[in-house]
């Protein structure tokens, strides 16, 4: 998971546009995740089918890991700005 719902909150509450937040935001974080798995590349984990887990996202510096987290949070506000269509 590059991002949870207290990452999610946190990120909306300091943009200007400021969507509601869904009750349970897990499905819009794993969309998210998604999208930007095909956009990074790579290869993936074969457990989770992720471009970071495991070992992966371990190794990642704590910068690389809170610009994953924030990409994913941007993407999940982008989708919910844009609505389900």
Same mark, same amino acid.
């Given at each position: *998971?590059? &991002? =949870? /719902? =207290?990452d999610l909150a946190a990120y909306l509450a300091g +943009?200007? /546009?400021a969507p509601e937040l869904p $009750? =349970?935001?897990?499905g819009l974080l794993e969309d998210a995740e998604r999208?930007? =798995?095909?956009? %990074?590349g790579g290869p993936r984990d074969p457990a989770t089918g992720r471009a970071? /887990? +495991?070992d992966a996202l /371990?190794? %990642?510096?704590d910068a690389q890991r809170q610009a994953l987290r924030d990409a994913t949070? $941007? *993407? &999940?506000?982008?989708m919910l %700005? %844009? +609505?389900?269509d």
């Open positions: *998971m590059y &991002a =949870d /719902a =207290d +943009g200007p /546009a $009750a =349970d935001p897990a999208y930007l =798995d095909v956009v %990074l970071y /887990a +495991g /371990a190794a %990642l510096t949070c $941007a *993407m &999940a506000e982008w %700005l %844009l +609505g389900p």
